[in-house]
Protein backbone atom coordinates (compact mmCIF):
# COMPACT_ATOMS: atom_id res chain seq x y z
CA UNK A 1 0.00 0.00 0.00
CA UNK A 2 1.36 3.70 -0.85
CA UNK A 3 1.89 5.19 2.76
CA UNK A 4 1.45 8.56 0.96
CA UNK A 5 -2.19 7.67 -0.06
CA UNK A 6 -4.23 5.46 2.68
CA UNK A 7 -7.72 4.41 2.92
CA UNK A 8 -10.33 4.99 5.57
CA UNK A 9 -8.11 5.36 8.57
CA UNK A 10 -7.33 1.95 10.03
CA UNK A 11 -7.47 0.58 6.04
CA UNK A 12 -10.56 -1.32 7.08
CA UNK A 13 -12.43 -3.57 4.96
CA UNK A 14 -15.77 -2.75 2.96
CA UNK A 15 -17.61 -5.71 5.63
CA UNK A 16 -15.81 -3.24 8.69
CA UNK A 17 -16.45 0.19 7.54
CA UNK A 18 -20.51 -0.91 8.00
CA UNK A 19 -19.80 -2.46 10.95
CA UNK A 20 -18.16 0.60 12.26
CA UNK A 21 -21.15 2.82 11.28
CA UNK A 22 -23.87 0.17 12.89
CA UNK A 23 -21.51 0.89 15.81
CA UNK A 24 -21.84 4.75 15.68
CA UNK A 25 -25.69 4.47 15.09
CA UNK A 26 -26.27 4.65 11.99
CA UNK A 27 -28.03 0.71 11.53
CA UNK A 28 -29.51 0.71 8.18
CA UNK A 29 -33.63 0.91 8.54
CA UNK A 30 -35.07 -2.96 7.55
CA UNK A 31 -35.98 -3.63 4.45
CA UNK A 32 -34.73 -0.08 2.65
CA UNK A 33 -31.74 -1.49 0.29
CA UNK A 34 -35.10 -3.84 -1.29
CA UNK A 35 -35.93 -0.63 -2.71
CA UNK A 36 -35.32 0.23 -6.27
CA UNK A 37 -36.06 3.73 -5.72
CA UNK A 38 -35.37 7.23 -3.00
CA UNK A 39 -37.45 6.49 -0.38
CA UNK A 40 -38.82 9.27 0.99
CA UNK A 41 -39.08 6.97 4.69
CA UNK A 42 -41.08 8.51 8.07
CA UNK A 43 -43.43 11.55 7.78
CA UNK A 44 -45.49 12.96 10.63
CA UNK A 45 -48.92 13.50 11.58
CA UNK A 46 -49.60 17.05 10.19
CA UNK A 47 -52.88 19.36 10.68
CA UNK A 48 -54.78 20.51 8.29
CA UNK A 49 -55.37 24.24 9.49
CA UNK A 50 -51.35 24.98 9.34
CA UNK A 51 -49.19 25.03 6.60
CA UNK A 52 -45.22 24.97 6.93
CA UNK A 53 -44.20 28.26 4.43
CA UNK A 54 -40.30 29.22 3.33
CA UNK A 55 -38.58 30.69 5.94
CA UNK A 56 -39.52 34.44 6.55
CA UNK A 57 -42.02 33.66 3.89
CA UNK A 58 -39.40 34.50 1.82
CA UNK A 59 -37.69 31.99 -1.29
CA UNK A 60 -34.44 30.59 -0.84
CA UNK A 61 -31.48 31.53 -3.50
CA UNK A 62 -28.23 30.34 -3.75
CA UNK A 63 -25.50 28.92 -6.01
CA UNK A 64 -23.91 25.31 -6.41
CA UNK A 65 -20.76 26.00 -7.79
CA UNK A 66 -19.16 22.67 -9.32
CA UNK A 67 -15.59 21.21 -10.25
CA UNK A 68 -13.67 23.74 -7.99
CA UNK A 69 -10.56 22.82 -5.76
CA UNK A 70 -7.50 25.17 -4.55
CA UNK A 71 -5.60 26.08 -7.04
CA UNK A 72 -5.61 23.20 -9.92
CA UNK A 73 -7.26 24.18 -12.76
CA UNK A 74 -9.12 20.92 -12.90
CA UNK A 75 -10.69 20.43 -16.18
CA UNK A 76 -7.35 20.98 -18.00
CA UNK A 77 -6.13 17.99 -16.41
CA UNK A 78 -9.56 16.20 -16.70
CA UNK A 79 -9.99 16.70 -20.73
CA UNK A 80 -7.40 14.10 -21.75
CA UNK A 81 -8.71 11.15 -18.83
CA UNK A 82 -12.29 12.30 -20.34
CA UNK A 83 -10.67 11.97 -23.94
CA UNK A 84 -8.99 8.47 -23.02
CA UNK A 85 -12.19 6.75 -21.02
CA UNK A 86 -14.29 7.59 -24.47
CA UNK A 87 -11.26 5.94 -26.38
CA UNK A 88 -10.73 9.23 -28.28
CA UNK A 89 -13.79 9.51 -29.95
CA UNK A 90 -15.64 11.79 -28.13
CA UNK A 91 -15.01 15.05 -29.70
CA UNK A 92 -16.54 16.75 -26.76
CA UNK A 93 -13.26 15.99 -25.27
CA UNK A 94 -11.42 17.39 -27.96
CA UNK A 95 -10.91 20.97 -27.11
CA UNK A 96 -7.44 22.87 -26.52
CA UNK A 97 -6.97 21.92 -22.90
CA UNK A 98 -3.05 22.03 -23.61
CA UNK A 99 -3.61 25.99 -24.01
CA UNK A 100 -5.34 26.54 -20.77
CA UNK A 101 -3.26 27.43 -17.26
CA UNK A 102 -2.78 24.93 -14.90
CA UNK A 103 -3.84 26.98 -12.24
CA UNK A 104 -6.82 28.81 -11.05
CA UNK A 105 -5.23 31.37 -8.98
CA UNK A 106 -6.21 32.38 -5.38
CA UNK A 107 -5.80 36.27 -6.17
CA UNK A 108 -9.31 35.28 -8.25
CA UNK A 109 -10.73 33.31 -5.47
CA UNK A 110 -10.31 36.42 -3.11
CA UNK A 111 -11.60 38.60 -6.08
CA UNK A 112 -14.72 36.29 -5.84
CA UNK A 113 -15.33 35.51 -2.15
CA UNK A 114 -14.97 39.19 -1.27
CA UNK A 115 -17.95 39.96 -4.26
CA UNK A 116 -20.39 37.22 -2.96
CA UNK A 117 -20.05 38.63 0.60
CA UNK A 118 -20.59 41.87 -0.16
CA UNK A 119 -23.79 41.06 -2.28
CA UNK A 120 -25.12 38.70 0.34
CA UNK A 121 -24.36 35.41 -2.10
CA UNK A 122 -24.30 32.10 -0.92
CA UNK A 123 -24.42 28.24 -1.80
CA UNK A 124 -22.09 25.69 -2.16
CA UNK A 125 -18.60 25.47 -3.53
CA UNK A 126 -16.93 22.16 -4.26
CA UNK A 127 -13.32 21.32 -2.88
CA UNK A 128 -12.24 18.14 -5.39
CA UNK A 129 -9.45 16.56 -2.63
CA UNK A 130 -7.52 14.60 -5.21
CA UNK A 131 -8.05 16.91 -8.24
CA UNK A 132 -7.77 14.73 -11.65
CA UNK A 133 -4.88 12.81 -9.77
CA UNK A 134 -2.67 15.67 -9.51
CA UNK A 135 -1.76 15.84 -5.98
CA UNK A 136 -4.08 14.80 -2.74
CA UNK A 137 -4.84 17.94 -0.81
CA UNK A 138 -3.71 16.37 2.75
CA UNK A 139 -0.28 15.78 1.23
CA UNK A 140 1.07 17.73 -1.47
CA UNK A 141 0.20 19.10 -4.88
CA UNK A 142 3.12 18.91 -7.26
CA UNK A 143 3.65 21.96 -9.22
CA UNK A 144 3.17 23.88 -6.11
CA UNK A 145 4.80 24.55 -3.23
CA UNK A 146 3.74 23.24 0.66
CA UNK A 147 3.18 27.30 1.55
CA UNK A 148 0.95 27.99 -1.57
CA UNK A 149 -1.42 24.87 -0.28
CA UNK A 150 -1.51 25.88 2.89
CA UNK A 151 -2.58 29.42 2.00
CA UNK A 152 -5.37 28.28 -0.27
CA UNK A 153 -6.87 26.08 1.52
CA UNK A 154 -6.68 28.38 4.55
CA UNK A 155 -8.60 31.09 2.10
CA UNK A 156 -11.32 28.76 1.46
CA UNK A 157 -11.26 27.98 5.00
CA UNK A 158 -11.62 31.93 6.10
CA UNK A 159 -13.43 33.71 2.80
CA UNK A 160 -15.24 31.33 1.88
CA UNK A 161 -16.39 28.87 4.39
CA UNK A 162 -18.62 31.17 6.37
CA UNK A 163 -20.72 31.61 3.28
CA UNK A 164 -20.58 28.78 1.24
CA UNK A 165 -20.94 24.93 1.99
CA UNK A 166 -17.91 22.76 1.51
CA UNK A 167 -18.75 19.28 -0.67
CA UNK A 168 -15.86 16.93 -1.91
CA UNK A 169 -16.87 16.23 -5.69
CA UNK A 170 -16.31 12.53 -4.83
CA UNK A 171 -12.34 11.92 -4.72
CA UNK A 172 -10.63 12.95 -8.42
CA UNK A 173 -13.43 13.58 -10.13
CA UNK A 174 -12.11 11.61 -13.13
CA UNK A 175 -10.34 8.35 -11.91
CA UNK A 176 -11.37 5.69 -9.54
CA UNK A 177 -9.16 5.45 -6.90
CA UNK A 178 -8.44 1.59 -5.19
CA UNK A 179 -9.15 1.73 -2.01
CA UNK A 180 -6.89 -1.16 -1.09
CA UNK A 181 -3.71 0.77 -2.77
CA UNK A 182 -4.40 4.45 -2.57
CA UNK A 183 -3.36 4.10 -6.60
CA UNK A 184 -6.00 4.54 -9.46
CA UNK A 185 -7.31 1.69 -11.04
CA UNK A 186 -4.97 1.05 -14.11
CA UNK A 187 -8.03 0.93 -16.78
CA UNK A 188 -8.96 3.99 -17.93
CA UNK A 189 -12.45 3.31 -19.34
CA UNK A 190 -15.61 4.27 -18.45
CA UNK A 191 -16.38 1.50 -15.49
CA UNK A 192 -13.66 2.99 -13.71
CA UNK A 193 -14.50 6.72 -13.63
CA UNK A 194 -16.35 8.25 -11.61
CA UNK A 195 -18.28 10.31 -13.72
CA UNK A 196 -19.65 7.49 -15.51
CA UNK A 197 -20.23 3.76 -14.49
CA UNK A 198 -18.26 2.98 -11.25
CA UNK A 199 -20.87 3.46 -9.03
CA UNK A 200 -23.53 1.07 -11.42
CA UNK A 201 -24.00 -1.65 -9.32
CA UNK A 202 -22.44 -1.21 -6.06
CA UNK A 203 -23.22 -1.88 -3.00
CA UNK A 204 -23.92 0.93 -0.38
CA UNK A 205 -21.02 0.24 1.54
CA UNK A 206 -18.25 0.07 -1.21
CA UNK A 207 -19.95 3.71 -2.10
CA UNK A 208 -19.86 5.15 1.39
CA UNK A 209 -16.51 4.03 1.83
CA UNK A 210 -15.46 5.47 -1.09
CA UNK A 211 -17.11 9.17 -0.36
CA UNK A 212 -15.74 8.40 3.61
CA UNK A 213 -12.31 8.90 2.02
CA UNK A 214 -12.92 11.98 -0.18
CA UNK A 215 -14.45 13.72 2.93
CA UNK A 216 -11.49 12.22 5.04
CA UNK A 217 -9.09 14.08 3.37
CA UNK A 218 -11.27 17.82 3.84
CA UNK A 219 -11.53 17.07 7.29
CA UNK A 220 -7.97 16.32 7.16
CA UNK A 221 -6.81 19.80 5.86
CA UNK A 222 -9.56 21.57 8.47
CA UNK A 223 -12.90 21.78 6.17
CA UNK A 224 -15.90 20.77 7.63
CA UNK A 225 -18.28 18.96 5.25
CA UNK A 226 -22.41 18.25 5.91
CA UNK A 227 -22.67 16.87 2.49
CA UNK A 228 -21.17 16.03 -1.16
CA UNK A 229 -21.57 16.41 -4.59
CA UNK A 230 -21.90 14.04 -7.55
CA UNK A 231 -19.51 14.49 -10.22
CA UNK A 232 -21.02 13.96 -13.80
CA UNK A 233 -23.41 10.73 -13.66
CA UNK A 234 -21.78 9.22 -10.88
CA UNK A 235 -24.74 7.85 -9.05
CA UNK A 236 -27.23 7.98 -11.97
CA UNK A 237 -28.21 4.46 -12.22
CA UNK A 238 -27.41 3.82 -8.36
CA UNK A 239 -29.57 6.43 -6.47
CA UNK A 240 -31.05 4.75 -3.49
CA UNK A 241 -27.56 3.43 -2.76
CA UNK A 242 -26.30 6.77 -3.14
CA UNK A 243 -28.82 8.16 -0.75
CA UNK A 244 -27.70 5.70 1.84
CA UNK A 245 -23.85 6.18 1.42
CA UNK A 246 -24.41 9.74 2.06
CA UNK A 247 -25.97 9.56 4.75
CA UNK A 248 -23.34 7.32 6.25
CA UNK A 249 -20.51 8.32 5.00
CA UNK A 250 -21.40 11.73 5.79
CA UNK A 251 -22.33 10.86 9.62
CA UNK A 252 -19.86 8.52 10.26
CA UNK A 253 -16.90 11.42 9.25
CA UNK A 254 -18.28 14.53 10.31
CA UNK A 255 -20.53 13.92 12.40
CA UNK A 256 -23.87 15.67 10.49
CA UNK A 257 -27.11 16.21 11.95
CA UNK A 258 -28.68 16.33 8.12
CA UNK A 259 -26.05 15.02 5.47
CA UNK A 260 -26.79 16.20 1.76
CA UNK A 261 -26.08 15.60 -1.79
CA UNK A 262 -26.01 17.32 -4.65
CA UNK A 263 -26.69 15.22 -7.95
CA UNK A 264 -29.90 16.07 -10.33
CA UNK A 265 -31.31 19.47 -11.48
CA UNK A 266 -34.21 20.66 -13.92
CA UNK A 267 -33.36 23.33 -16.13
CA UNK A 268 -36.89 23.82 -17.65
CA UNK A 269 -40.23 22.70 -17.38
CA UNK A 270 -42.75 22.26 -14.43
CA UNK A 271 -40.98 19.38 -12.34
CA UNK A 272 -40.06 20.56 -8.79
CA UNK A 273 -36.87 21.70 -7.68
CA UNK A 274 -37.75 21.97 -4.38
CA UNK A 275 -35.54 19.60 -2.16
CA UNK A 276 -36.09 15.81 -1.56
CA UNK A 277 -36.25 14.73 2.32
CA UNK A 278 -35.15 10.86 2.26
CA UNK A 279 -34.47 7.71 4.30
CA UNK A 280 -36.15 9.68 7.22
CA UNK A 281 -36.38 7.72 10.35
CA UNK A 282 -36.49 7.44 14.33
CA UNK A 283 -38.10 10.91 14.20
CA UNK A 284 -39.21 10.72 18.06
CA UNK A 285 -35.94 8.67 19.10
CA UNK A 286 -32.64 9.50 20.28
CA UNK A 287 -30.86 9.53 17.02
CA UNK A 288 -33.04 10.66 14.26
CA UNK A 289 -32.16 10.90 10.71
CA UNK A 290 -32.26 11.63 7.14
CA UNK A 291 -30.66 12.88 3.88
CA UNK A 292 -31.63 15.81 1.50
CA UNK A 293 -31.32 16.15 -2.00
CA UNK A 294 -30.82 19.09 -3.06
CA UNK A 295 -32.24 19.76 -6.67
CA UNK A 296 -30.69 22.60 -9.20
CA UNK A 297 -32.94 24.64 -11.13
CA UNK A 298 -30.47 25.94 -14.36
CA UNK A 299 -28.16 24.50 -16.62
CA UNK A 300 -24.53 26.28 -16.28
CA UNK A 301 -25.22 28.85 -18.63
CA UNK A 302 -22.08 30.98 -17.43
CA UNK A 303 -19.76 29.29 -19.31
CA UNK A 304 -19.71 25.36 -18.82
CA UNK A 305 -16.96 22.94 -17.40
CA UNK A 306 -15.25 23.38 -21.08
CA UNK A 307 -15.21 26.94 -21.61
CA UNK A 308 -17.19 26.99 -24.31
CA UNK A 309 -19.15 30.80 -24.87
CA UNK A 310 -21.41 31.43 -22.05
CA UNK A 311 -25.06 31.39 -22.53
CA UNK A 312 -25.17 34.46 -20.66
CA UNK A 313 -27.44 35.91 -17.65
CA UNK A 314 -30.21 35.81 -20.23
CA UNK A 315 -31.40 32.35 -19.99
CA UNK A 316 -31.19 32.93 -16.11
CA UNK A 317 -32.95 36.21 -16.16
CA UNK A 318 -33.50 38.95 -18.63
CA UNK A 319 -32.22 42.09 -18.91
CA UNK A 320 -36.05 43.72 -18.27
CA UNK A 321 -36.44 41.38 -15.48
CA UNK A 322 -39.76 39.48 -16.85
CA UNK A 323 -38.40 36.45 -17.95
CA UNK A 324 -35.83 33.43 -17.64
CA UNK A 325 -35.63 30.39 -15.87
CA UNK A 326 -35.49 31.95 -12.17
CA UNK A 327 -38.37 34.23 -12.44
CA UNK A 328 -40.11 30.68 -13.06
CA UNK A 329 -39.00 29.21 -10.50
CA UNK A 330 -38.98 32.08 -7.91
CA UNK A 331 -42.62 33.08 -8.64
CA UNK A 332 -43.80 29.73 -7.70
CA UNK A 333 -41.99 29.63 -4.44
CA UNK A 334 -39.54 26.86 -5.16
CA UNK A 335 -35.79 27.23 -4.19
CA UNK A 336 -33.66 28.96 -6.94
CA UNK A 337 -30.76 26.71 -6.62
CA UNK A 338 -28.58 27.88 -9.88
CA UNK A 339 -25.50 25.91 -11.09
CA UNK A 340 -22.35 26.84 -12.70
CA UNK A 341 -18.48 25.47 -12.92
CA UNK A 342 -15.14 27.20 -10.85
CA UNK A 343 -13.49 26.44 -14.41
CA UNK A 344 -16.45 28.72 -16.03
CA UNK A 345 -16.33 31.55 -14.05
CA UNK A 346 -12.40 31.84 -14.40
CA UNK A 347 -13.01 31.26 -18.23
CA UNK A 348 -9.37 30.75 -19.05
CA UNK A 349 -8.77 34.02 -17.02
CA UNK A 350 -11.10 36.23 -19.09
CA UNK A 351 -13.43 35.87 -15.83
CA UNK A 352 -16.42 35.83 -18.99
CA UNK A 353 -18.51 33.36 -16.25
CA UNK A 354 -17.83 35.64 -12.95
CA UNK A 355 -19.05 38.59 -15.42
CA UNK A 356 -22.42 36.44 -16.41
CA UNK A 357 -22.46 35.68 -12.63
CA UNK A 358 -22.28 39.34 -11.55
CA UNK A 359 -25.11 40.32 -13.74
CA UNK A 360 -27.20 37.87 -12.95
CA UNK A 361 -26.98 38.71 -9.09
CA UNK A 362 -27.67 41.98 -9.96
CA UNK A 363 -31.09 41.51 -11.77
CA UNK A 364 -32.43 38.88 -9.18
CA UNK A 365 -32.15 41.74 -6.60
CA UNK A 366 -33.34 44.72 -8.89
CA UNK A 367 -36.50 42.43 -9.56
CA UNK A 368 -36.89 40.58 -6.32
CA UNK A 369 -37.44 42.10 -3.11
CA UNK A 370 -38.28 38.33 -0.85
CA UNK A 371 -35.17 36.61 -1.45
CA UNK A 372 -33.23 34.34 0.80
CA UNK A 373 -29.78 33.27 0.00
CA UNK A 374 -28.87 30.16 1.67
CA UNK A 375 -26.16 26.81 2.24
CA UNK A 376 -27.24 24.22 0.83
CA UNK A 377 -26.86 22.87 4.15
CA UNK A 378 -28.99 25.59 5.46
CA UNK A 379 -31.64 24.75 2.39
CA UNK A 380 -31.55 21.43 3.77
CA UNK A 381 -32.63 21.75 7.28
CA UNK A 382 -35.08 24.14 6.74
CA UNK A 383 -36.48 21.55 4.72
CA UNK A 384 -35.79 18.52 6.71
CA UNK A 385 -37.64 20.45 9.32
CA UNK A 386 -40.59 21.31 7.28
CA UNK A 387 -41.36 17.97 6.34
CA UNK A 388 -40.65 15.85 9.69
CA UNK A 389 -41.78 18.25 12.58
CA UNK A 390 -45.14 16.82 13.42
CA UNK A 391 -48.06 19.72 13.93
CA UNK A 392 -51.38 19.18 16.22
CA UNK A 393 -53.88 21.68 17.26
CA UNK A 394 -54.72 21.35 20.70
CA UNK A 395 -57.68 23.52 21.59
CA UNK A 396 -55.82 27.02 21.29
CA UNK A 397 -52.45 25.97 21.11
CA UNK A 398 -50.36 24.31 18.31
CA UNK A 399 -47.92 21.73 19.38
CA UNK A 400 -44.42 20.75 17.76
CA UNK A 401 -42.11 18.10 17.72
CA UNK A 402 -38.94 18.63 15.81
CA UNK A 403 -36.82 16.19 15.27
CA UNK A 404 -34.09 19.04 14.31
CA UNK A 405 -34.00 22.71 14.95
CA UNK A 406 -34.30 25.37 12.48
CA UNK A 407 -33.87 28.92 12.31
CA UNK A 408 -36.72 31.07 10.97
CA UNK A 409 -38.94 28.38 11.03
CA UNK A 410 -42.39 29.95 9.33
CA UNK A 411 -45.80 28.68 9.66
CA UNK A 412 -49.28 29.88 8.64
CA UNK A 413 -52.04 28.75 10.96
CA UNK A 414 -55.07 29.62 11.12
CA UNK A 415 -56.27 29.47 14.73
CA UNK A 416 -59.62 28.62 17.04
CA UNK A 417 -59.62 31.58 18.81
CA UNK A 418 -57.86 35.19 18.49
CA UNK A 419 -54.94 35.65 20.23
CA UNK A 420 -51.56 36.53 20.28
CA UNK A 421 -49.07 34.60 19.85
CA UNK A 422 -46.46 33.45 22.53
CA UNK A 423 -43.52 30.54 21.80
CA UNK A 424 -43.74 28.21 24.73
CA UNK A 425 -40.22 26.18 24.77
CA UNK A 426 -37.89 24.20 27.55
CA UNK A 427 -36.51 27.51 28.39
CA UNK A 428 -39.74 29.58 28.96
CA UNK A 429 -42.22 31.35 27.15
CA UNK A 430 -41.64 34.62 25.11
CA UNK A 431 -44.07 36.78 22.94
CA UNK A 432 -43.90 37.02 19.48
CA UNK A 433 -43.69 40.47 18.23
CA UNK A 434 -46.29 41.74 15.52
CA UNK A 435 -46.05 43.08 12.52
CA UNK A 436 -47.71 44.45 9.44
CA UNK A 437 -45.75 43.62 6.47
CA UNK A 438 -44.41 40.08 5.51
CA UNK A 439 -41.23 41.77 4.16
CA UNK A 440 -40.44 42.49 7.87
CA UNK A 441 -40.85 38.60 9.04
CA UNK A 442 -37.75 37.39 10.96
CA UNK A 443 -37.61 34.88 13.95
CA UNK A 444 -39.66 36.42 16.75
CA UNK A 445 -42.75 38.01 14.76
CA UNK A 446 -45.54 37.31 13.63
CA UNK A 447 -48.17 38.71 11.38
CA UNK A 448 -52.12 38.76 11.04
CA UNK A 449 -53.87 37.83 7.71
CA UNK A 450 -57.44 37.79 8.13
CA UNK A 451 -58.24 34.78 10.30
CA UNK A 452 -55.05 33.41 9.71
CA UNK A 453 -51.86 34.27 11.40
CA UNK A 454 -48.07 33.85 10.24
CA UNK A 455 -45.54 32.88 13.12
CA UNK A 456 -41.73 33.03 12.33
CA UNK A 457 -39.75 31.63 15.02
CA UNK A 458 -36.44 29.75 15.63
CA UNK A 459 -37.77 25.65 16.39
CA UNK A 460 -35.80 24.04 19.35
CA UNK A 461 -34.95 20.35 19.17
CA UNK A 462 -37.63 18.47 20.39
CA UNK A 463 -41.46 20.02 21.94
CA UNK A 464 -42.48 23.49 21.68
CA UNK A 465 -45.99 25.03 21.98
CA UNK A 466 -47.69 28.13 19.74
CA UNK A 467 -49.37 29.43 22.39
CA UNK A 468 -52.40 32.14 21.96
CA UNK A 469 -52.93 35.18 24.94
CA UNK A 470 -55.04 37.95 24.75
Known amino acids: MNPAIEPLPGACTRRQFAARLTTAGLALVAGTRRGLGQEAGERPGRAAEVSVLNPRERVPVGWIIDDSTCLVNLNRFAMPQFDEAHGGRNPAYHRPWRDWPVEIPDAFVRRFGEWCAAHGVKGKYSVVPYPACVGRLDRFLPGWTARELRESLELVRTLLGPHWDIHPEMLTHTRVVDLRTGQPYPEADLAHMENWDWTTGRSVDEIAAYQ ?26 ARPQLARATLESVRAVFGAEIPHYFRDLHEAGPASVAPRVELAADLEGPDPRCVVSILGCTGDWTGGWDNV ?15 GRLVEVIERGEPAMMVCHWTGLYWNGQERGFQVFQEVVRRLHARFDHLLWMKLSELARYWAARELTRLEVRGPALELRAPFACPDFTLRWRPPAPGRPHLRTAHGIAALAEVENPRWLAAGRWLRQGEEITACFDLPKGRSRLELAG
Open 309 to 323: PPEGADRFITADLAR
Open 212 to 237: ALALQILKNVGLPCEGVTTPGGYGSR
